[in-house]
């Protein structure tokens, strides 16, 4: 495709579209925030999600579009690192570029600065946190929630699998109240080989049921090693998850068109070696492969597909809800094996394995009386579930936005970086005592020591006696991706496009 090549200030335009992204979403921070509706064939729904929102928009102008995609990039980052903190993440990305193009200073001595300035922010965020019990995460889980209901379901789910567990939610369709269970699943850290395998257009998700799982070890390289679709087709099978260790691009374009065009619902993973091998035995699928002696031309639909009640597959994440009997056997085998073996290494990944094969998986089935409240839910419990494990697992510090104010108060002003940010850190609280309507010089003015603003209740408290708590975790991700985004962003001096022709 023929590109444009943009040397007069490309960075102008990109920081428009960047704002277009970033303006939506900061309305929506703190309990004083409000919705954005999202346009959608499908579903269309209210949210104060603050990824959602942001993968939403794409823009016209391609240079606009790209500084939308670098916002949408840092969101998204975020979103992948702790589960919850994307608003955050892009009050402070904006704040933190307007700070660093209003130095003078060349913009390569202003980038280097504010990635030093940045990690003494991580240390300093460190020394605010303390950690929290089982019984204390109920207060983590309704700020994320914005639901009391919701807030202590997710903290029980929490507390029956652990921190560490694997939690899903799903919509629930035989009746009006959420719940939970605790189902047979399998989690891999791969999600699809392509973006156009997503089936949800508000979020890089893909979903489905009751869908046959076909793995195979051999590339899948041309159109002869397809010719399995004629014998689906056959079976009446129109879904299928494919999970291979390699696929030719030709074959994979082949695959995603297929998908588009409506002839069949296809979801395509990238896995090699054990893991391949612990999905097939998660899913009851046998591995086209050597060591089994299945190859591609005497595969049997009937015979070798496996089959998932649910699958939930992100960019980098892959969840497979079966009660296939081969799991439970292959755990076994992975435990004796490790019994057997002689390095410790080996054993420990082994048993590791086992586990990861034998943990069971909660899912949580979101009631409501219309899908529009059902998918606003879904939205919060994945944002509760991320904050209450993050928040057990790494510690809290202050919420609504005091944390990062405290910090910008305790980095000092010794370099640009420090500079920079001891103004754009303030920008959450910011944000979230203009959403309330308040005054935020008069706010700040009459903050007494060691004590936060609570725009929910406008009055000034101790946020940790309190419970307004955020997940060290997902603070220490907002600064690493809106800071380390801004610095690549600010040194900007080119862009090349794709070109598209003037319109009348």
Known sequence: MVKHVEIEAPIEKMLVGMRKVIAPVAKTIGPCGTNVFLDDAVSPKFTNDGASIAHQITLDDKLENAGAWVARNACGQTNDDAGDGTTTTLVVLGATVDECLLRPENKTQVSQSLMEAKDKAITLLKKQSKPITQKEAINVARISAENEELAQLVTEVVGKVGPTAVITTEDRRD???????????????????SPYFRNDLTKPIATHTDIPVFCTAKKLGNISDIQMFEQLAKENINSIVIVAEEIDPTILGILVSTK???KMNILAIKATGPLLEDIANATGATLVSDSTGVTLNNFDAKKHLGKAQRIVCEEKRTVFISNAKTAKTHAERLTAWAAQNPSPLEKKKLLERAAKLSGGIAVIRIGAHTDAERSYLRDKADDTIHAVQSALQEGVVSGGGMALYNLSNAIGTKTIGEEILTKALKSPLRQIVQNAGKDYAEIIKNLPEGMGYNAKKDKYEDFLRAGVLDPFKVEKAVLENAIAT???????????????EPKD
């Open 175 to 193: 009746g009006f109240e959420t719940d939970y269970k605790i189902v047979q699943g399998y989690e891999a850290n791969v999600g699809f080989m």
């Open 260 to 262: 588009m065009s409506g």
């Open 486 to 500: 801004a610095a690549k962003f600010i040194t900007t001096h080119a862009s090349v496009v794709d070109f598209s």
